[in-house]
C-alpha cells in the first residue's frame, strides 16, 4: 500500500513528511505504519515500516535520527546516527543527508527549517514539553548553527484538537501559574472539565517566539481513526497498547 504523507508548502524543497498510519506492516491495534520501537508491536514489523519511511525521504533506514522522548526542553545537535537515542524532545542538524524524526500519538509533532541557512529542526510538543519551552530551545539550537528567527518556517502536523482533549482543573493550573492569559487557551466542558486548544497553544509559543512563519496542518488525530493513532483515543477504547505516527524532516 502507499504511503500517506503530509507535506507542508512552507517547508518545501526541504524534504519532510507527517506520516499517517497508512501503508505499514503492522496489524491489530497497531495497523498500518507503527513507527515506535516503544510499543509491544511486533519489532518485525516495526522495522518494516521504518524501512519504507526511510525509502520515502530517500535516506537508509539508519539515517532515521531520533530521540528518546521524555515530555522535557532538552535538544541535541545531530552531527551523525550516533546522536540518536539521546533523552531529548528536540532534534537539530545543518548535516545533508540526516532525517530527523519525533515519534507522536495526540501530542504535536513540528518541524522546522531555515531554509536559505539550510537549518532544521523537529521537536516532540506535548503539553508539558510545550509549556516547559522546548520550542524556544529548538529555536535557539537552530540559532547557534546560524539559522536567523525570521526566516525559520515551523508546522505543527497531526495533533490532538481542542475538542477531544478534556482536562482537569489541575492541568489549567499549572497553565495559569506560568501566565494567566494562558486561559484563553482553555473553553469550558463538563463540570469542572475543560477542553485544552495544544495546537493554538504550540502556534502562540512559536509566534511569540518571533520566527517568520507558523502553521498548523488542522489534523486532529483523536478524530481521524483510519488515518491517525492517537493515545487518547485507544485509551478511551481500552486498547492495550496504540502506534506511533513519525514525522521527519531532511536537508
Known sequence: MTLDIITCAALTPIRHGFFTRRGGASSGVFAGLNCGFGS?????????????????????????????QVHSADVVTVTGPEDGGARADGLVT??????????????????????????????????RGALAGILETV????????????DIAAVIGPTISQRAYEVGPEFLDDFLAEDPTHARFFAGGTGDRMQFDLPAFGLHRLRAAGIGHA?????????????FYSFRRSTHAREADYGRLISAICL
Open 40 to 68: 509491544s508491536d511486533q519489532h518485525e514489523a516495526v522495522t518494516i515500516n521504518r524501512e519504507r519511511v526511510a525509502a520515502a525521504m530517500g535516506v537508509a533506514p539508519e539515517a532515521l535520527i531520533g530521540a528518546h
Open 94 to 127: 545543518d548535516r545533508p543527508g540526516l532525517a530527523l524524526t519525533v515519534l507522536t500519538a495526540d501530542c504535536q509533532p513540528v518541524l522546522l527549517a531555515d531554509r536559505t541557512a539550510g537549518v532544521i529542526g523537529a521537536a516532540h510538543a506535548g503539553w
Open 139 to 150: 529555536l535557539e539550537a537552530m540559532e547557534a548553527l546560524g539559522a536567523r528567527r525570521a
Open 215 to 227: 502553521e498548523w496542518t488542522r489534523h486532529c488525530t483523536y478524530a481521524d481513526p483510519e488515518r
